[in-house]
């Protein structure tokens, strides 16, 4: 369940309480006129469930609220009422699976700024991949791919390629190439360094690495594996089952490919660089490829039980009821003795 917080201007105000009050998936709606000061407005509170607060924020918007006032929304941890179960049941489809796109959106937007905190996780992360690799330790490159943050921007791409927005699509594609592209630099950097104090060397490059020569090694597999990382990681994203991002991210191998292609190159093995590089692509690309396809199945199924909710169900009069309930509703009683 949401917690709606909308300031209406007066010429609004009478719109967006009818609007919340008409929707069964809204309750314990507050009206409390011109309490609102910056911007001037009524203040207007409700809890929603989230089935329905993707369609009550539309329509919100479509008031055109947000230009004279404000709409702000946050999630509810706990409810104990009665008005809030029955809501929950009149409203169509169900919480866990519902997506509030405005939401989607606004998360995933703040994953697309290049920060000094993104740079610095994802630097520690190829870093960390990029010693695994070496010594042949998966428990490393487990590590790298918990730390490396590159999902937020990959499922950023996703939505804004739904919602067709390419200042939001270019910010995410320059955070992953800038991003990448300086870590895998001060892997190479870190890699010389950590050479030249003699703790790794080029040949434990080249030795049997059997528990992580998959990295540069791609197949059908990898293809496959980041597919299905991207629709595991789009439906944690949407439905907030957050817990389940640890496993996507654990699950492809973006960060630790990246690693490869820096510890190769710098100790001039090509052959390797390069099929580490394809296997990034091929995940990178599989990852956004699921994601958007997610989001399309996801939007399209809502988009029908949005559909279903608004078509009104016939009533059906007494005397077009079947035969035998007729029959069995004229059918005299008996006393009980």
């Known amino acids: 369940m949401l917690h709606l917080r909308v300031i209406a201007s007066s010429d609004q105000s009478s719109a967006v309480v009818d609007l919340l009050a008409a929707d069964p998936g809204v309750t314990h709606l507050v009206v409390l006129p011109g309490a609102a000061r910056q911007p001037a407005g009524d203040y207007v509170t ?7 607060a993707d369609g009550v924020l539309s329509r919100l918007q479509e008031l055109g609220v947000e230009a004279h006032g404000a709409i702000a929304a946050d999630d509810v941890e706990l409810t104990l009422s009665e008005a809030a179960d029955r809501a929950a049941e009149e409203a169509p489809g169900h919480g866990e699976d519902a997506v509030v796109w405005d939401e989607i959106a606004a998360k995933t937007g703040e994953q697309t700024v290049l920060t000094g905190t993104f740079l610095a996780l994802i630097v520690v992360a190829t870093m960390i991949a990029g010693i695994g690799v070496l010594l042949d330790q998966p428990i490393l490159i487990v590590g790298a791919m918990v730390v490396g943050p590159e ?4 499922a950023a791409l996703c939505v804004a390629l739904l919602r067709r927005q390419p200042r939001v699509a270019g910010r995410s594609v320059q955070a992953l190439t800038v991003g990448f592209l300086v870590a895998m630099a001060a892997t190479v950097l870190s890699t010389w360094a950590l050479t030249a104090a003699g703790l790794v060397g080029r040949d434990m490059l080249l030795a049997e690495r059997p528990m992580t020569d998959f990295i540069w090694r791609p197949d059908a597999l990898s293809w496959v594996v980041g597919l299905l990382a991207g629709i595991a990681g789009m439906l944690s994203l949407t439905s907030k089952k957050s817990g389940s991002l640890v496993g996507v991210l654990i699950s492809v191998t973006t960060v630790p ?8 190159s710098a100790y001039g093995v090509w052959h390797e660089a390069a099929g580490s590089a394809l296997q990034l692509v091929i995940n990178l690309a599989a990852i956004v490829l699921a994601g958007l396809l997610t989001l399309v199945v996801q939007l399209c199924w809502w988009r029908h039980v949005a559909r279903r909710a608004a078509r009104p169900v016939p009533r059906q009069r007494a005397d077009q009821r079947p035969a035998a309930a007729l029959s069995a509703s004229r059918r005299p009683r008996r006393d009980a003795g």
């Not at 409700?46 to 329905?52: A, Q, Y």
């Open 46 to 52: 409700c809890d929603v469930v989230r089935e329905s």
């Open 257 to 264: 490919a990246a690693a490869n292609v820096a510890v190769a």
């Open 151 to 154: 999902f937020g921007p990959l």
